[in-house]
């Protein structure tokens, strides 16, 4: 018979609090225990699966599971909100070097594609080259503006 597990009543995992005991055991003889998440559903979790140590490599019970997956779409969008914000700082940095370089026109043209989703205008300019090595403005939807044969390309060296 397995030993007794330590009493982890009231201790907090994330938004889970332990509340009781459950009979149930894993096979490899951990106890499971009742926990109540933050809105108020309750979860039988494993006694492995309790851990306030995040950086451990055995993933962790930290929430019900519908706030977990909600956790998870916020760290996606949290993630790509970075990633966008990386890109405009790119595009800018990109855009100060062009310059009297390129049509002012260009430079006046939003950012990033999702910066030109939030305005509402089709197109963008970014600064970099398409893999033709075009230097021209972007369609959201579409591709280097010069590539279509829609514009010039910059004759920048």
């Not at 459950?22 to 492995?48: I, L, M, Q, T, Y």
């Not at 995040?54 to 998870?72: F, G, H, I, N, Y």
């Not at 914000?85 to 990033?112: D, H, I, M």
Request: charged share 30%.
């Amino acid at each position: 018979m397995p030993s007794k597990p330590r009493n982890r009543i009231g201790e907090v995992y994330g938004q889970l609090t332990v509340v009781r005991a459950s009979e149930k055991r894993s096979k490899s003889g951990n106890a499971f225990w009742w926990c109540r998440c933050s809105c108020g559903k309750e979860r039988e979790v494993p006694s492995d699966k309790l851990s306030h140590n995040l950086e451990r490599k055995k993933p962790t019970v930290q929430a019900c599971a519908d706030c977990s997956r909600e956790l998870q779409v916020e760290a996606v969008c949290a993630k790509n909100d970075r990633e966008e914000r990386q890109r405009r700082r790119e595009a800018l940095a990109n855009r100060e070097s062009l310059k009297g370089r390129v049509p002012e026109s260009w430079l006046a043209l939003p950012l990033t594609d999702a910066h030109a989703r939030e305005q509402g205008q089709v197109l963008f300019f970014r600064g970099t080259r398409c893999l033709r090595h075009h230097l021209a403005p972007y369609r959201i939807n579409g591709g280097c503006l010069a590539c279509a044969g829609q514009r010039p390309s910059a004759t920048i060296q």
